[in-house]
């Protein structure tokens, strides 16, 4: 496999005949380099006119390898052939070095390239790239890529400071120009006037340089100081990754180029390894182009609930100079939220803060002067409770937390929670399977007071910057959150309709119930202990909810057979799951009580399950004269229904099911709030108790009330 590498430009602020003749004077030994044992010139030949000289040389190097491969080897030192063209009326520089030794089992080639600046004819460029490639070397093909990379990083590292001390000894000789190259043939006045002195920059000249001049320009090629000023400080492997990767972009990318910090951005979270990184900043190219995200800033106007209720916003900076973005989300009220605006505008406005972050993180790299490339985040917890581990709402997180992953890596700086209640442990052990481990890394949890005083928020954020309800001196102006009015509450059909697609579907399901055919769901469990959660809306009409388990598997009744019936469709209503010959108490039970559900309410729940097998959900028609609990649905049920059209209900619900080992030592923490989940589920999985006693039924329906 070919190893490529490829550093920055870097530039010196001498003119090219100064460092020409620095850069000679490493020859044949350099003090720098202690590794050089010796350069023997092999040939040395000049143009006509002597403006090109090309010198080839034989370079022995003694470089830091294992004993045993010297051995194996059986040579004590590496010979490399260096091919130098220096192109004096040009004014450039070519290196072409490849490898003497083991050419056959490895392959290095290497070619650097001074050049003039093209913005000051009295600077000097310096590029550099080199290419590995392996065949085999003894089987220690791996030691020996480490060994040449390791090299390579050092070359780079010492070359301008081998420039820079030859730099320093000419000075102390007073050598401070050296004149340009000019033609033999050109006549003594103006032979004269081509070798005027031209003015010098010296390294104190240099320190004065605006911050502009330092950067260069880095739309072509990138520039070792722009990196440094702008990036960061890069290892030359980082450094390499990020120019090839760029210049891939450049020439094979269709559509907008990213900005450097944000290819830098991809490249650290998938640790510089560039094939990944190029793989997935594609993904989020394509997926950026596809739902014009680049304009999401200047086209997207926020609804004014989120205005009203998202309790969020940026708030200064941090004490490294990372914009503070400040979240309430204790005081805001997620379910009323998702149920008023649907996760796409969720996800818009979270997409919207991390365009805005990216926008705030260039411009405080103006500010503050040195590189800034993500944010800090404040996350107050107070008044954090179980509405807030509402499932869709915790289901619509994780989705909107797969979409920033993808697409804004390395975005978080630091994550301070601060209030944390006790409730936090179930929310973190939900969340944090789809956070990536780095981003993990980065949080920081204060319970209680924790975060106030020494070694909490003040060592992050300067007091004067810390929100006046956090105990600091400044005053936070983001909104204070609330219930949700349900009267803003969007329809299911309004929600399943949102045109603007950035999630591939809805969490929401949508079903018809006819008077004498009820709504079913099967929900198969292997595993007791399992925990069935439920969350729906009443949207039309009354009905009755029950939770049924059978050790058998029920056979839906097929639609053929309703079809001789001379029924056709029947839409939304589902085949019946359980059969007419079926005995409550004995081939099937019910583990919920049955619950009466007027329309207009939202009803949530959970059943920690005892036994594996079938779980049945039912949602039946509700009146004065509906059927008892026990009554089964019958075919001539469901010809009745058709009749009477106007028996109809209608709901929108969500399922899941979660595992038990994603739950253990937290049920405790679950079945103690105020959080709608069911205190009869909870007696069938302790004391070993074959039955609930009428007290646990009573409570039963009233904690699954609760959440209305």
């Known amino acids: 496999m070919v190893q490529e590498y490829q550093s920055p430009v870097r530039v010196y602020k001498y003119p090219f005949e100064l460092i020409m003749e620095a850069y000679v004077r490493r020859f044949p030994k350099c003090p720098l380099i202690p590794v050089l044992v010796d350069c023997q010139i092999l040939s040395e030949t000049h143009s006509d006119d002597g403006s090109v000289v090309v010198t080839e040389r034989r370079c022995t190097i003694d470089i830091e390898i294992p004993r045993l491969l010297k051995r194996i080897a059986g040579l004590d030192y590496l010979y490399f052939i260096q091919k130098n063209t220096l192109n004096r009326r040009e004014r450039t520089l070519d290196i072409r070095i490849h490898n003497e030794t083991f050419s056959s089992r490895v392959l290095v080639r290497e070619h650097c390239r001074y050049s003039v600046h093209p913005e000051n004819e009295n600077w000097t460029c310096y590029e550099q790239t080199a290419s590995m490639d392996i065949k085999s070397f003894f089987g220690?093909?791996?030691?020996?890529?480490?060994?040449?990379?390791?090299?390579?990083?050092?070359?780079?590292?010492?070359?301008?400071?081998?420039?820079?001390?030859?730099?320093?000894?000419?000075?102390?000789?007073?050598?401070?120009?050296?004149?340009?190259?000019?033609?033999?043939?050109?006549?003594?006045?103006?032979?004269?006037?081509?070798?005027?002195?031209?003015?010098?920059?010296?390294?104190?000249?240099?320190?004065?340089?605006?911050?502009?001049?330092?950067?260069?320009?880095?739309d072509d090629k990138l520039d070792?100081?722009?990196?440094?000023?702008?990036?960061?400080?890069?290892?030359?492997?980082?450094?390499?990754?990020?120019?090839?990767?760029?210049?891939?972009?450049?020439?094979?990318?269709?559509?907008?180029?990213?900005?450097?910090?944000?290819?830098?951005?991809?490249?650290?979270?998938?640790?510089?390894?560039?094939?990944?990184?190029?793989?997935?900043?594609?993904?989020?190219?394509?997926?950026?182009?596809?739902?014009?995200?680049?304009?999401?800033?200047?086209?997207?106007?926020?609804?004014?609930?989120?205005?009203d209720y998202f309790t969020g916003g940026w708030h200064h900076h941090d004490r490294d100079g990372r914009p503070l973005y400040v979240l309430r989300l204790g005081q805001m009220d997620t379910k009323g939220l998702v149920r008023a605006l649907g996760e796409e505008v969720l996800l818009k406005q979270v997409l919207s803060l991390n365009e805005e972050g990216l926008r705030r993180c260039e411009e405080n790299t103006r500010v503050f002067g040195r590189p800034v490339s993500c944010w800090t985040c404040l996350v107050d917890l107070e008044g954090l409770n179980m509405r807030h581990l509402w499932r869709p709402g915790i289901k619509a997180l994780l989705r909107i937390i797969e979409v920033v992953e993808a697409n804004y890596p390395?975005?978080?700086?630091?994550?301070?929670?601060?209030?944390?209640?006790?409730?936090?442990?179930?929310?973190?052990?939900?969340?944090?399977?789809?956070?990536?481990?780095?981003?993990?890394?980065?949080?920081?949890?204060?319970?209680?007071?924790?975060?106030?005083?020494?070694?909490?928020?003040?060592?992050?954020?300067?007091?004067?910057?810390?929100?006046?309800f956090l105990g600091g001196d400044s005053l936070c102006d983001i909104p204070e959150g609330g219930l949700v009015p349900k009267c803003l509450y969007r329809t299911a059909e309004e929600l399943e309709s949102e045109e603007y697609k950035l999630l591939t579907?809805?969490?929401?399901?949508?079903?018809?119930?006819?008077?004498?055919?009820?709504?079913?769901?099967?929900?198969?469990?292997?595993?007791?202990?399992?925990?069935?959660?439920?969350?729906?809306?009443?949207?039309?009409?009354?009905?009755?909810?029950?939770?049924?388990?059978?050790?058998?598997?029920?056979?839906?009744?097929?639609?053929d057979t309703l079809g001789a019936h001379g029924i056709g469709s029947l839409g939304a209503v589902n085949a019946p799951l359980i059969d007419k010959s079926w005995v409550l108490g004995k081939d099937y039970s019910m583990v919920e009580k049955a619950l009466v559900c007027r329309e207009g309410e939202s009803v949530q729940g959970s059943h920690i399950t005892r036994w594996p097998g079938f779980y049945i959900l039912q949602w039946r028609f509700h009146s004065s004269a509906a059927c008892t609990a026990s009554s089964l649905p019958r075919v001539d049920d469901v010809l009745a229904s058709l009749q009477v059209s106007t028996h109809k209900c209608k709901i929108m619900y969500y399922t899941e099911v979660l595992a038990s080992h994603d739950f253990r030592g937290s049920m405790t923490s679950l079945a103690s709030s105020h959080s709608g989940f069911s205190q009869l589920s909870a007696t069938t999985t302790s004391s070993g108790q074959s039955h609930a006693s009428s007290t646990c039924s009573s409570q039963s329906h009233a904690s699954s009330t609760l959440s209305r």
Not at 284 to 292: E, G, N, V
Not at 434 to 446: H, P
Not at 454 to 462: K, P, Q, R, S
């Open 140 to 218: 220690f093909e791996s030691t020996a890529e480490k060994i040449v990379g390791k090299q390579y990083a050092s070359n780079i590292k010492k070359g301008k400071e081998i420039i820079e001390y030859y730099l320093a000894e000419m000075e102390r000789e007073g050598i401070s120009f050296i004149p340009r190259w000019t033609a033999p043939a050109l006549s003594t006045s103006t032979s004269s006037s081509s070798t005027t002195a031209i003015p010098v920059s010296t390294p104190r000249d240099a320190a004065l340089s605006s911050p502009t001049e330092l950067a260069g320009s880095p």
């Open 224 to 307: 070792a100081d722009y990196i440094r000023r702008y990036l960061g400080d890069l290892t030359p492997m980082q450094e390499s990754c990020l120019i090839r990767l760029r210049q891939w972009l450049q020439d094979g990318h269709k559509g907008k180029i990213p900005k450097d910090q944000h290819v830098l951005r991809f490249l650290r979270a998938l640790d510089f390894n560039l094939d990944k990184a190029r793989d997935f900043l594609c993904q989020s190219l394509t997926w950026r182009k596809q739902h014009q995200v680049d304009f999401l800033l200047d086209t997207w106007q926020r609804p004014q609930t989120l205005h």
């Open 410 to 468: 390395e975005t978080l700086g630091k994550l301070l929670i601060v209030r944390a209640p006790r409730v936090f442990p179930v929310l973190w052990t939900l969340v944090s399977p789809l956070i990536d481990e780095n981003t993990r890394k980065k949080f920081l949890v204060y319970a209680g007071n924790d975060y106030q005083g020494a070694g909490g928020l003040v060592d992050y954020i300067n007091n004067e910057y810390i929100p006046d």
């Open 505 to 559: 579907d809805s969490i929401y399901k949508s079903a018809s119930i006819f008077k004498g055919a009820p709504y079913e769901m099967l929900i198969e469990i292997s595993e007791a202990s399992s925990v069935i959660t439920w969350d729906f809306d009443v949207s039309k009409g009354d009905v009755l909810f029950h939770l049924y388990h059978s050790r058998r598997a029920p056979q839906p009744q097929r639609r």
